[in-house]
């Protein structure tokens, strides 16, 4: 039984669907009545993640657009499960005929099908980085939840570096999307770095032992397919500097925002690395693969972090009278 694909203890959501199947969707239970329901935020998370808008993505057009079956009236969250589910319109199965027994390398076809004995190789089924669709769902609704709390309160990703690059939050350069055309076509991958920070949480965030704010964080983006590491603040950086040089001032930039595993109220910055994407060679110039997953992983790596905000707020709710 695959009874993993529940996030959160508070803020708890539910990822459902294959790539190939009717439908993706999530379950967001422990949403608290009275939010108000932003359908732009909602559209900004699903246009910035879906496929087909660029030359160096996937060439599957989807226009994923949410169907919300429950948890809103007029215009409000009413504290019940909402679900929302996004219909799938353009597969392509035909394409995945080849690999029901011959597994893609870099893929997790095989692992799924030795773990589970049966499972959905098209488009990757419940592995397809299409799942990440649930995710921004979600975090659409933790953002505003998280901002009728405190509206200041926001986070912003870009992609830091891919393959050679470094870039900007200012977007990727000419250059790099010729690059990343030129990999498309040539059927090879890359991988790359998003960088992110909550700007203004709030202070007191986090459990002291188990459930630190930095370990819910690192789950929540290590769970993100290909991802490869995650590091807050001056990260790996920190363990080759004196501790008289790295503890010589209370600096965000230093403690990433987080000590004793709990927010300071600072800005939180932290950094998720992206193995290159697995589909190569032939199979990547005959299918629809993306050259580089860190630009559509952007505002995926937001969600999940709104997603630990909405989470923590709840359960700091109940830390004191």
């Not at 809103?72 to 690999?99: F, H, M």
């Not at 790596?301 to 989470?311: H, I, K, N, P, Y």
Request: proline share 4%; with cysteine; net charge neutral.
């Amino acid at each position: 039984m695959s009874a993993a694909n529940q996030f959160g203890q508070r803020f708890m959501v539910t990822s459902f669907g294959e790539s190939h199947g009717t439908a993706y969707g999530v379950i967001i239970d422990g949403m608290p009545a009275g939010v108000n329901y932003q359908e732009e935020i909602l559209k900004d998370f699903l246009n910035r993640r879906k496929p087909g808008q660029a030359d160096y993505t996937t060439a599957r057009q989807e226009n994923d657009e949410p169907e919300i079956l429950s948890g809103i009236y007029q215009g409000k969250t009413l504290g019940t499960p909402i679900a929302v589910v996004v219909r799938n319109k353009n597969q392509r199965s035909e394409d995945y005929d080849q690999i029901q027994n011959d597994p893609r390398i870099g893929h997790a076809d095989d692992t799924w099908k030795n773990k589970f004995g049966h499972s959905d190789v098209r488009g990757g089924g419940r592995s397809s980085g299409r799942e990440t669709l649930c995710r921004v769902i979600a975090g659409a609704f933790a953002k505003m939840l998280v901002n009728q709390k405190k509206s200041d309160v926001n986070v912003t990703a870009f992609s830091k570096k891919i393959a050679h690059f470094e870039l900007t939050p200012a977007g990727l350069t000419a250059e790099v999307k010729q690059f990343l055309v030129q990999a498309k076509d040539q059927g090879e991958s890359y991988g790359g770095v998003v960088e992110c920070v909550i700007h203004s949480p709030m202070a007191g965030l986090g459990q002291p032992v188990f459930h630190k704010f930095k370990s819910d964080l690192a789950a929540a983006m290590m769970s993100i397919g290909a991802t490869v590491g995650f590091e807050f603040g001056s990260g790996f950086e920190a363990t080759i500097k004196k501790g008289t040089e790295f503890h010589s001032q209370m600096d965000s930039e230093v403690y990433g925002g987080i000590r004793g595993g709990i927010t300071t109220g600072e800005n939180i910055l932290f950094r998720v690395g992206f193995k290159p994407t697995s589909s190569i060679k032939d199979f990547a110039k005959k299918g629809r693969h993306d050259p580089c997953i860190v630009p559509r992983a952007v505002p995926v790596v937001e969600a999940m972090a709104w997603l630990v905000l909405a989470d923590h707020m709840l359960w700091a709710a109940t830390d004191k009278v």
